[in-house]
């Protein structure tokens, strides 16, 4: 099936191509559109019904009217010389607040911006009076705004409302603050503006300078990048296409991430097809390019499959988490990643074939054999001392590996930002508790009947004693009279550990114990939604593990048909995820001094660095197999293998590498970008380059156990497209 879909591609190049440039295009400007109406705002909405914290924010929409989109705005007003509020003042700031609410901020655009592909996010905040400081120094308001505090959209409103309050506040002789997820989110976005802009620019730029160092031609360097685009357009336009049809809400975080690693996959997939069919045409310079590119594809076509359901199986796992941003990522991932596998299998051949030997114009590589060089060289070196290099590299990934001593979860969003919310937050702490722009909400509701607001006075005392709880706000009735509402504010950040262990702890402890009979309660907020997601995930590490491990297994025992040799690979893999999450301990627990790693590091490096690390490992292990299938002796083969394949490895694995390393410019995410980063880079040049290598120049044709892997005649070599006097010289054979 693979070699009818390569061969039909690379026979109808130029259809394939507009269609895919069709496709590409008109999906990639419709997706901002599409993708925004299948993404969810909160992540307390991501957890089960099942939890805590889950019951009581259904509780605040169904009974208090909350919307469970908006987001709110702590917004400070002080006078400009710093002196305290007067009534005089106060009376100004409530006349300022009320022109405000009827005023509604327009969402900034793009000039030309054709404004059916971008939602528009306008609206008119809601504003209300919240508190003044018991020293008078400020009052604060909360502004709500609807939408998720990640969409650039929101963030667009967010500004635009800011500019306009901090004038108006100006004119009367006030100066203004803001704070709250919305605004922190705003600020990091501007502080990182450039080096994200950079960072993007610099990846883009090592793709394109790796191409041309190592094919010397200007279509290599700047096709890959072309083909990707299109097929990234097409992906952004399925994943939000699968997940309407199957009701999966989208975390904002996704689309980005989807972007990066396709990005690299596609850039690596495109890379092994390039670098074989170059060898190719060099084997076989009386072929006409269109017959080679089929038969390069359909070769490569193979382990790429492969490769990609790899991804795919370890992804979709992710479909049985409990916890809701898991449960569409993985899915939607997968999604993305089948339809790269689909244009690798008709757009790349179809470039191939379209280009024939143009691909590496002006370069003149095509009319000589290579001299032996560094790969050649090392490959020799892999194959004559696979036990020392063995050594070496298990003892590299099992210093790192013992890293993993004493790791910590950090379950934190906030703490260590230096951005204009954080000095508001900061301002607000010294004369309220940390938790006043955040409160955590204790709600009540009674079996079948009304909520006695006088037999709560026990609950509210009983959680004003519990140490971290600064202030207990007075009960609310819900308007039906069915629910209450009790606000702690806490003296810790609602978004830091201190903060989550405090509510699922001392406070839900007390809840428990001082509910009265015939109501239930439930404690929600940002700390116990945060403390709830902790307890998922934990779950969801034990189940999806072995399960994406069990996956990936089976589909490396298809492949290689051999019981032995998915050992190995699963075992190499897994050191490189042991390594790499040490090194990510090591640097940001004690070097740095975190409270942790991030708590989704774990799966997500699981997932990424076991699956896409994969990918290496059975490009060398088919070109392993591929070349001891030839006459010769094993270790022979190994240094081929090694020698044909060094390049390609090397340069898809820099690029991924690089791809990852964008996302350190995401606030949030630079120990998910130093840890994806460094795994790929483990994964390439360690595990596929070396171990595996090692490993087989050691176990020798045993390595495809129970199968025999006999060589076969001399002129079978030939469809590799390798000359047999390329072979290493006999003294490798052990």
């Known amino acids: 099936m693979i070699r009818a879909l390569t061969r039909f591609s690379t026979r109808n190049a130029w259809k394939v191509i507009a269609l895919w440039a069709v496709l590409g295009v008109g999906l990639a400007m419709l997706s901002p559109m599409l993708i925004s109406r299948v993404t969810q705002s909160q992540s307390g909405d991501f957890l089960p019904a099942s939890y805590d914290s889950a019951a009581a924010l259904r509780i605040a929409e169904e009974n208090f009217g909350i919307d469970p989109d908006a987001t709110t705005v702590t917004v400070l007003v002080a006078r400009t010389d710093g002196k305290a509020l007067t009534p005089a003042d106060e009376k100004r700031i409530g006349a300022e607040t009320a022109k405000l609410a009827q005023r509604r901020v327009e969402m900034p655009r793009e000039k030309d911006q054709p404004a059916f592909l971008v939602p528009d996010r306008s609206q008119t905040p809601k504003l209300a009076p919240a508190m003044v400081a018991p020293d008078r120094s400020f009052e604060l308001l909360t502004a709500e705004l609807t939408g998720n505090a990640a969409d650039d959209g929101v963030q667009k409103v967010f500004r635009a409302f800011r500019d306009a309050t901090r004038a108006q506040f100006a004119e009367a002789g006030m100066r203004t603050g803001f704070t709250g997820g919305l605004a922190e989110a705003a600020d990091s976005a501007d502080e990182n503006r450039t080096a994200t802009t950079v960072g993007g620019a610099l990846v883009m730029g090592l793709i394109v300078l790796l191409n041309v160092l190592v094919f010397r031609s200007v279509l290599a360097a700047v096709l890959p990048l072309l083909a990707v685009a299109m097929i990234s357009g097409a992906a952004a336009g399925a994943v939000a296409g699968a997940a309407s049809l199957t009701g999966l809400k989208l975390d904002a975080s996704t689309p980005g991430l989807i972007s990066v690693v396709l990005l690299g996959i596609g850039i690596d997939y495109l890379l092994f097809l390039l670098f074989r069919f170059r060898e190719h045409l060099r084997a076989r310079p009386e072929q006409p390019a269109r017959e080679a590119a089929a038969e390069v594809a359909g070769r490569v076509g193979t382990a790429i499959t492969s490769a990609a359901l790899t991804i795919v199986a370890a992804f979709a796992t992710l479909g049985v988490a409990s916890f809701g941003q898991f449960r569409s990522l993985g899915p939607a991932i997968a999604v993305a990643v089948l339809v790269m596998l689909l244009g690798s299998l008709t757009l790349m051949p179809a470039l191939l074939a379209a280009c024939g030997r143009r691909m590496f114009w002006p370069s003149k590589s095509l009319r000589r054999q290579p001299r032996e060089g560094a790969a050649a060289r090392f490959g020799a ?144 907020g940002t700390a116990a939604i945060f403390a709830d997601i902790s307890v998922a995930v934990d779950h969801d590490l034990a189940v999806v593990f072995p399960v994406a491990a069990a996956l990936i297994a089976l589909i490396l025992l298809l492949l290689l048909r051999s019981l032995l040799a998915p050992l190995v690979l699963m075992l190499a893999v897994g050191l490189g995820f042991a390594a790499t999450l040490g090194a990510s301990t090591l640097l940001f627990q004690h070097v740095l001094d975190k409270p942790g790693v991030s708590f989704t590091l774990p799966l997500v490096l699981f997932l990424f660095v076991v699956a896409l690390g994969t990918d290496y490992n059975i490009l060398i292990t088919d070109r392993i197999r591929e070349e001891m299938e030839r006459p010769g002796p094993v270790r022979g083969a190994v240094a081929r293998a090694v020698r044909h394949t060094t390049p390609a490895i090397a340069t898809a694995g820099l690029v991924l590498a690089g791809s990852f390393a964008t996302l350190a410019t995401t606030p949030g995410s630079e120990q998910v970008a130093f840890a994806m980063t460094l795994g790929i880079l483990l994964s390439a040049l360690v595990l596929s380059l070396v171990l595996v290598p090692a490993l087989a120049a050691l176990l020798g044709r045993g390595l495809w156990w129970p199968l025999r892997t006999a060589p076969r005649h001399a002129s079978a070599g030939a469809e590799a497209g390798t000359p047999d006097r390329e072979s290493v010289p006999e003294r490798l054979n052990a």
């Open 381 to 524: 070196l892999v194959a004559r001392r696979p036990a020392a290099m063995l050594f070496a590299s298990v003892a590299l990934l099992g210093a790192l590996a013992a890293g993993t001593v004493g790791i910590r979860m950090d379950y934190g969003q906030g703490g260590g930002s230096k951005t204009a919310a954080a000095a508001t937050a900061t301002e607000i702490s010294r004369a309220l508790p940390a938790g006043v722009s955040d409160p955590t909400g204790v709600y009540v509701t009674a079996a079948g009947g009304s909520v006695d607001p006088g037999k709560l006075d026990g609950l509210s005392r009983a959680l004003g004693k519990v140490e971290g709880v600064g202030q207990v706000g007075g009960t609310v009735l819900s308007p039906d009279g069915r629910a209450a509402r009790i606000d702690l504010y806490l003296t810790a950040d609602p978004q830091s550990a201190k903060a989550r262990e405090l509510v699922s702890g001392p406070v839900r402890a007390a809840v428990a114990a001082n509910t009265p009979a015939g109501t239930s309660a439930h404690v929600g």
